[in-house]
């Protein structure tokens, strides 16, 4: 089942993404068209904008993917699409985009969990082997998954309130700082001093693997508002000691997390997915983290880690050799817990 070629469409969140993968693990094309500008000036994601984006992209992604990797629709074995969990009007697009093709080319059609579509990444990038523990940690996901086979997923723990990446957005807004906010807070977290400041690590003192990141966002923000009434505004050098602060607050939840979730489950390998997996600091921690348990640190590469077709693809070709078909009754679903 090398030679499968498979079509993935995802358009679960803010990216309309499609993509052409084979069995042997290539990404033969790979496309990705963002939301980001056109809910800007909303302050997050507007479904209904949303919606109506991915139906208007979709074909056209999927026609510039199969370009792409120069094949025809009739090259194809299967299409995978996400059916869920996601913002139902985005999935239902991508899911009817996905039954018109496939009803009009008669292929299988495969639905796939989009968190398993993140999960099974490592074992396209890098063709590891089962099982592994998975971090996903991006603006709209914190857990642990131990991924025992392409259909076993086992959640060890997660957030219980927000994503950091989300938190990372809303401490960047605080500041004042460009969107995304992740990466605006790193380049100042980068000239600052994160021991100035001491702010909360949420749920370390509980056992376990949850994770809590909206206390520490309003930390912030009441350290922010102290800092601004006893002088009178905001330096920017205590703008970046804030940064490194919450950086380092994050960074120490996430690895001591980690470090549980291995000892709980001890596998051979602690990979991680999403957005937030850009952060050097929070990468370096939980680098550490897999080393002290002898365990390998695995971070495919960042346009594999946040929303893509390829993962998609992959976790259809992976359900597809489990015997794995949908029909025409494939249903879209805003929530599926793996
Ligand atoms: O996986 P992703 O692209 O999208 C979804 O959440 O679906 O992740 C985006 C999130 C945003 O919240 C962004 O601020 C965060 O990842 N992010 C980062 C960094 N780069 C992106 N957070 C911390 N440090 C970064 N360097
Ligand atoms: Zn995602």
Known sequence: MDDLIFLGIESSCDDTAAAIVTGDRRILSSVVSSQTDLHADFGGIVPEIAARAHAEKLD?????ALDLADIGLGDLDAIAVTAGPGLIGGVMAGVMCAKGIAAGTGLPLIGVNH???????????????F???MLLVSGGHCQFLRVDDAQTFTRLGGTIDDAPG???DKLAKLLALPQPGGPSVEAEAALGDGERFHLPRPLLDRAGCDMSFSGLKTAAL???DKLIEEQGGLRQQDRRDLCAAFQLAVAEVLAE???RALSQSPVPI???AGGV???KTIRAALEQVAHSAEAEFLAPPLRLCTDNGAMIAWAGIERFRLGHRDGMDLVARPRWPL
Do not use: C, Q, W
Request: charge should be neutral.
């Open 131 to 133: 099982p592994y523990v």
């Open 222 to 224: 009441r350290l922010r």
């Open 166 to 168: 989300e938190a990372f």
């Open 60 to 64: 056209l992604m999927v026609e510039e």
């Open 277 to 279: 997996a850009a952060n």
């Open 257 to 259: 997390k980690s470090r």
């Open 115 to 129: 968190l398993a579509g993140h999960a099974l990444t490592p074992r396209l990038t890098d063709g590891i082997d």
């Open 270 to 272: 602690l990979a991680v």
